[in-house]
């Protein structure tokens, strides 16, 4: 199976910092990627697809790129409200696999 | 608006089963495919298992083949999962999502509110 590694595990930001999460595929996966959200107690919530399409409703700070095996989910200016964990998925080939995860704070 | 509303919360003895609904609405039930998903107490998302309600197929994650089984009824828009012979490790929220029907559509873009089951002597 295609494993999905994400890094780093957790990190602390500010307030208006810029954020990068990386993910990457064992193998290669086109741009058969997205990025989810989950907030604590909640359900995940789609934020990106097809590696760089953003959900509708999603803001704008999210952007996300990349193809083949190297992806990445950057926020471009840190909210209070963006405190989650964030997950990458593959979805080119049963059977669909998360990264590990992300968790990001506040400073 | 699309909704999947899941049943309520179950406790489970070791080597007992457990199903679990997902009920949907404000789609068309057969146009979309379902997935389940887990997620164990602070831990990450872990895929299950998809079935396709219109024709009833199913695809399972190796992890739970000969475990879980999944089935609809497409009279009242629900989707089931069973998972038999629990273990404590199966101890986690189940959810389900619906995704596209596309190869290139396969993420998921709406959640069911999760079911925890817990499994305790």
């Known amino acids: 199976d295609i494993q999905m590694t994400q890094s780093p595990s957790s990190l602390s930001a500010s307030v208006g910092d810029r954020v990068t999460i990386t993910c990457r595929a064992s193998q290669g996966i086109s741009n058969y990627l997205a990025w989810y959200q989950q907030k604590p107690g909640k359900v995940p919530k789609l934020l990106i697809y097809a590696a760089s399409t953003l959900q509708s409703g999603v803001p704008s700070r999210f952007s996300g790129s990349g193809s083949g095996t190297d992806f990445t989910l950057t926020i471009s200016s840190l909210q209070s409200e963006d405190v989650a964990t964030y997950y990458c998925?593959?979805?080119?080939?049963?059977?669909?696999?998360f990264g590990g995860g992300t968790k990001v704070e506040i400073k | 608006q699309v909704q999947l509303v899941q049943s309520g919360a179950e406790v489970k003895k070791p080597g007992a089963s457990v199903k679990v609904s997902c009920k949907a609405s404000?789609?068309?039930?057969?146009?979309?495919?379902m997935h389940w998903v887990r997620q164990a107490p602070g831990q990450g998302l872990e895929w299950m298992g998809i079935i396709n309600p219109s024709g009833g197929s199913t695809s399972y994650a190796q992890k739970f083949q000969g475990r879980v089984t999944m089935t609809r009824d497409t009279s009242t828009s629900t989707v089931y999962m069973e998972l038999s012979s629990l273990r404590s490790e199966d101890t986690a929220v189940y959810y389900c999502?619906?995704?596209?029907?596309?190869?290139?559509?396969?993420?998921?873009?709406?959640w069911g509110q999760g079911t925890l089951v817990t499994v305790s002597s």
């Open positions: 998925q593959r979805y080119n080939s049963a059977p669909l696999t």
């Open positions: 404000g789609y068309t039930f057969t146009n979309y495919y």
């Open positions: 999502a619906s995704s596209g029907v596309n190869g290139d559509r396969l993420y998921f873009d709406h």
